[in-house]
């Protein structure tokens, strides 16, 4: 079995720390950071971490046992010829930097969410991976989550019947939280085409087509299937699907699932009512882990992934087409067809 060389640029939470914070958390199975996810696989070796600031690269080293640090991420992976960069940095470095490492040769990326803060910068990021066939995965982590997979695959067994529409419950900005709902989204059905975004902007001001804070937001997506798929600005981030034979939801943060059927037809008008099917149990797994090992998979059979560059920027542009439809007066925005320009900035 090849063992893989790993290297991550960012030292702080998703590169290092971040299981600490949620160790407790029912939502998450750990390991949750790129390192410790290197420390839990036989296939992932971490040899190198680079990071602007030397306190954070100390404490990478004594945390992790890495000698390889570095300043420069250029000359870590000229020295360290990794086989996997991940890229953890702040949001408005994530696509300057992805590109970067697709130029540099690295043959996989794992590429902080969200990928770009406009589509100019999303487009230079999936222009990079195409061009070098980087093998590409993103931290969006609920496509990778074996208790969504298991929503996913009662929907495609027709479990609901035909999917009529979608809902994402919670209250989120656009880029750092809606990013993640709108991925899951489209993952549970199947990933269809959003052919067209109307959105709202509940907090920020577009000036000179830039929003300098993340804004909260709401949306409408309308999928090339004709399902339609809304965000409900209160909840736990609950997902359900709404079929005709039935609906499926994703309770707290993914944590449990339920599914309820039309049953037989009853009395004299021959009513049906929802009954509550069992579901098979589900034993959490590490979703960084599972996104990790996707792309050695699909590297290995030359396959794309779960995650792969498309999809990726094809959900980045229908987030930004909530910004765009807000700045157009609230209108529906075709996608693709996103103003390259509008910029939306993501810590």
């Given at each position: 079995?090849?063992?893989?060389?790993?290297?991550?640029?960012?030292?702080?939470?998703?590169?290092?720390?971040?299981?600490?914070?949620?160790?407790?958390y029912p939502a998450v199975a750990l390991p949750y950071s790129i390192a410790a996810c290197c420390a839990h696989s036989n296939r992932l070796e971490l040899v190198?971490?680079?990071?602007?600031?030397?306190?954070?690269?100390?404490?990478?080293?004594?945390?992790?046992?890495?000698?390889?640090l570095y300043e420069d991420f250029v000359t870590?992976?000229?020295?360290?010829?990794?086989?996997?960069?991940?890229?953890?940095?702040?949001?408005?470095?994530?696509?300057?930097?992805?590109?970067?490492?697709?130029?540099?040769?690295?043959?996989?990326?794992?590429l902080e969410k969200a990928i770009g803060c406009s589509m100019e910068?999303?487009?230079?990021?999936?222009?990079?991976?195409?061009?070098?066939?980087?093998?590409?995965?993103?931290?969006?982590?609920?496509r990778f989550d074996v208790r969504y997979r298991v929503v996913r695959e009662a929907i495609e067994r027709g479990d609901v019947g035909e999917p009529i529409a979608a809902v994402h419950y919670a209250a989120t900005n656009l880029l750092h939280g809606h990013i993640h709902s709108i991925d899951t989204l489209s993952y549970l059905l199947g990933d269809p085409a959003i052919t067209r975004v109307q959105g709202e902007l509940r907090s920020g001001e577009i000036v000179n087509n830039r929003v300098d804070k993340d804004p909260n937001a709401i949306y409408r997506l309308a999928f090339e299937t004709g399902v339609e798929a809304w965000t409900v600005p209160a909840g736990h981030w609950e997902f359900e699907v709404l079929g005709k034979e039935?609906?499926?939801?994703?309770?707290?943060?993914?944590?449990?699932?339920?599914?309820?059927?039309?049953?037989?037809?009853?009395?004299?008008?021959?009513?049906?009512?929802?009954?509550?099917?069992?579901?098979?149990?589900?034993?959490?797994?590490?979703a960084v882990l599972d996104c990790l090992e996707d792309l050695l998979d699909a590297y290995e059979n030359q396959r794309p992934t779960l995650?792969?560059?498309e999809v990726t920027h094809h959900i980045t542009e229908a987030c930004l087409a909530v910004a765009q439809?807000?700045?157009d007066g609230g209108g529906w925005v075709d996608v693709p067809g996103v103003d390259r320009d509008l910029y939306v900035y993501h810590v």
């Open positions: 079995m090849k063992v893989y060389r790993v290297a991550i640029i960012g030292l702080g939470r998703m590169g290092s720390t971040i299981d600490e914070e949620v160790i407790d190198a971490g680079a990071d602007l600031l030397p306190e954070k690269r100390d404490a990478f080293g004594k945390k992790w046992g890495t000698k390889a870590m992976i000229e020295e360290e010829k990794p086989d996997l960069v991940a890229v953890c940095t702040k949001g408005e470095n994530h696509a300057q930097l992805g590109a970067a490492v697709a130029n540099l040769g690295v043959p996989m990326l794992y910068e999303a487009d230079l990021v999936r222009e990079a991976c195409l061009k070098n066939k980087t093998v590409f995965n993103t931290g969006v982590l609920r039935g609906t499926i939801r994703s309770f707290n943060n993914g944590v449990s699932q339920s599914l309820r059927r039309l049953g037989d037809p009853v009395g004299e008008k021959k009513r049906r009512m929802l009954e509550t099917i069992d579901l098979p149990d589900v034993t959490p797994k590490s995650g792969h560059v439809s807000h700045r």
